[in-house]
Nanobody, 127 residues
């Protein structure tokens, strides 16, 4: 049974930093692209960042470029999202997701590209 468990969310002031973690189990971690998405109240789930199965390609959405970084640790079966210079508009539930390595992640990464999802962790940024 595949499980993706996010942690690290919280409440903080604008300008602060958080690191989200997602521990994966029940799958061969190195065979999956990993991604982060977020969903704010009343909005659709949107792509934030993704990293390829081999860790050689990482991409983030334009609104977080220069502030967020995605990485993965194969020894720990964990993917991270380092978030710096947080803004109130970053407030959302953040979800971890896994996509089979056979999936081609296009320039515009979409929810439908991913096979497994975590339950999410809340990030709230106050102004």
């Amino acid at each position: 049974q595949v499980q993706l468990v996010e942690s690290g969310g919280g409440l903080l002031q604008a300008g602060g930093s958080l690191r989200l973690s997602c521990a994966a189990s029940g799958l061969t971690f190195s065979n999956y692209h990993m991604g982060w998405f977020r969903q704010a109240p009343g909005k659709e789930r949107e792509f934030v960042a993704a990293i390829s199965w081999g860790g050689t390609i990482a991409t983030v959405t334009d609104s977080v470029k220069g502030r967020f970084t995605i990485s993965r640790d194969y020894a720990k079966n964990t993917v991270y999202l380092q978030m710096n210079s947080l803004k109130p508009e970053d407030t959302a539930v953040y979800y971890c997701a896994a996509a089979r390595r056979s999936t081609t992640l296009a320039a515009r990464v979409q929810v439908k590209d991913f096979d497994y999802w975590g339950q999410g962790t809340q990030v709230t940024v106050s102004s």
